[in-house]
Every structure is written in C-alpha cells, then in structure tokens.
C-alpha cells in the first residue's frame, strides 16, 4: 500500500526524498508544512522523559545524527523543487539539529521570512538547567512569484483588546504561544502539532483549493487541517504502521470540517480610511488633541477617541499627529 488515494487527496507510504521526486511534479505546491525528525533518538525518548507510550503508534522512524546533515539537504533540495515560485515553506525543528535545517536552507534558493519561536505547555522537566518549552518554526519561500499572505484572515485591521492593543498585530507576532494538544487515552503519533497551529499557518499562508504539502506526515494532522479547510493535499510517511493509522483517520475527516469554526475577522474600516486629509481637518485634529489632552490621561484613549471622530485608523491618526504637531 505505497500510494492511498481519498477524494482526491495523495498519500504516499514513501521515503519522502525519493517518493517526492517520483511523484510531485516541479513548482507544483503552494504550501509545505513538515515537522522532520528531530535527530534526538525519538524512537527512545520515553527512556529519559518518562513518557507514556502505551498510547503512541509504534513505527517512529528516526535519523541518526551522523546522517542529519545529508538527509536535511537532501528533503530541502525537494521541497525547493516541487515549490511553486512564491511558495511557501514551515519547517518545525527543534534546536539540536537546527543548525543542519539552516544550513541546507542556505545551500537552496530558499529565502527567510520569518524565523519563529513557538512556546508550548508540557516542557521537560529539568533540575539542573532551564526547561526546555519551545521549537523553532523556519518560514521561508521560493522566489519567482507572489506570496501568498492573508493580512487580515484571523482578524481586522481595527480589532482591539481590552487594552486597545491590535489583535491582528499581537496574532501576528513571531513568538507563538500554542499549547500541544492533550489526548489522554487516545490513540497518537510522537510529537504531533496542534491542529491550532496548523490552522494558523494555513489561514495566512494559503487559499482554498491551494495543494499543501506534508513531507514528514506522521499522525497525518497537516492532512487532516488541509482537508477541513478545503486544501488539496499530497503527503509522506515512511513508517508503514504509522502511515496505516493515519489513513483511518483521514477517512473520516470531512471537506471543509473546519470552516464554520474559525472566528470571522470584522472587516469593516473606518469611513474615511485612506481617503486624503483637508487642511480643515489637519487644524481640527490639532486642535482636538490637545483639547482632549485635558480629558483624557493617556494618549492611547486620546487616539482611540480622535479614530471615532475622524473616521479614521490609528496609524493614519498617529501619522498626520506628528506631522501637525511640529
């Protein structure tokens, strides 16, 4: 069973270096998102973390860390390929061999956009040094075409908290704060991400009908999110036991599961967004400002109250302040 084919979606009990060149044709995928072996003996890691394994798919294939450096470049030098020009790619490593993922991604045409930082629950517990709560997540994209990046796909450009602080600016940060997801009793893969963060990626990364990749599928969550959200999907699992769990999952997940339970962003803008400034209005709002200076104690309300009453978005306020106020 090397190839399984369900409504449409590949996936493939292959060696994800040989499978893809075989398989996926050159500049064909709009998103990878791959979790590659760590290099850290996962296969063992219950033995010094005291892990409950009874319910984890047996099968996790590991790479020993004197072939890591080869093996790196090599699925790289694949992704690279098969990524359409202005494709995007989301590699999750942890910090032992990241210095092998970067080197390989040095070595391709592959250019960064971001290098994140996701903390997570659930770290190792240590006596002697800090615990360790957090991966790396390397986002980078092929060159030759336009990324695809949803600025406004999670939330608004004028979405506040409590505080008055951007929520689209705060989801937009490069440090992540997502749990692992606890599934006590239930059958799981080694180190699977949570289906929040895969979400997250996909909603700024990709569009509906897009194909995303997954070359390391394990427990097949990136399938599952692709599918949910209307994604097309090809991927790879080397570990037949693992793979064949996988496949039962998947066949129960429907297209487009997900849709209805993401938040829908407030896409309204303020009447006069974008629209230029008379110089009435330049003399008023100087003179809005330092009337409300005497109302108001911080200059956060200041802004919020003059973005009402001028129709306008905090940026632009704050703009045209330090213009008038010279």
């Not at 398989?23 to 998103?31: Q, T």
């Not at 997570?120 to 790396?136: D, E, L, Q």
Request: charged letters at 30%; a positive charge; one cysteine or more.
């Amino acid at each position: 069973m090397e190839e399984v084919v369900i409504k449409g979606n590949r996936y493939y009990n292959q060696d994800c270096i040989t499978g893809a060149q075989k398989n996926i044709k050159a500049d064909s995928v709009d998103l990878i998102i791959t979790d590659p072996p760590y290099g850290i003996d996962g296969d063992k890691l219950h033995r010094h973390y005291n892990r409950d394994e009874d319910f984890i798919v047996d099968g996790y294939v590991e790479i020993p860390a004197d072939q890591y450096a080869d093996f790196s470049h090599k699925w790289i030098q694949q992704a690279e390929r098969i990524l359409k020009p202005g494709g995007s790619i989301y590699i999750v490593s942890g910090y032992t061999n990241l210095y092998h993922i970067l080197d390989a991604l040095r070595d391709s045409e592959l250019e960064e956009v971001n290098h994140i930082i996701w903390k997570y629950n659930f770290g190792v517990y240590t006596k002697k040094k800090y615990i360790s709560s957090h991966y790396h997540i390397l986002f980078y994209q092929k060159p030759g075409g336009e990324r695809t990046f949803n600025l406004y796909s999670r939330y608004g450009h004028n979405e506040r908290d409590k505080k008055g602080g951007s929520l689209n600016y705060q989801d937009r940060e490069d440090v992540w704060i997502i749990n692992r997801e606890y599934k006590p009793g239930r059958k799981k893969n080694k180190n699977e991400l949570p289906k929040d963060l895969l979400i997250k990626i996909m909603q700024y990364s990709s569009k509906q009908g897009d194909l995303v990749c997954d070359l390391f599928m394990g427990g097949f969550s990136t399938a599952e999110v692709a599918v949910g959200l209307k994604r097309k999907f090809v991927g790879f699992e080397i570990a037949e036991s693992i793979f064949s769990s996988g496949v039962e999952r998947i066949k129960n997940v429907k297209k487009g599961s997900l849709i209805n339970k993401l938040r829908t962003p407030d896409s309204s803008k303020p009447k006069n967004q974008n629209q230029p400034w008379t110089n009435s209005e330049k003399k008023q709002l100087k003179k809005r400002y330092i009337d409300l200076q005497d109302e108001y104690e911080y200059k956060k309300d200041i802004i919020k109250k003059l973005c009402s009453e001028f129709g306008r978005g905090r940026f632009g306020i704050q703009r045209m302040l330090k213009k008038v106020m010279d």
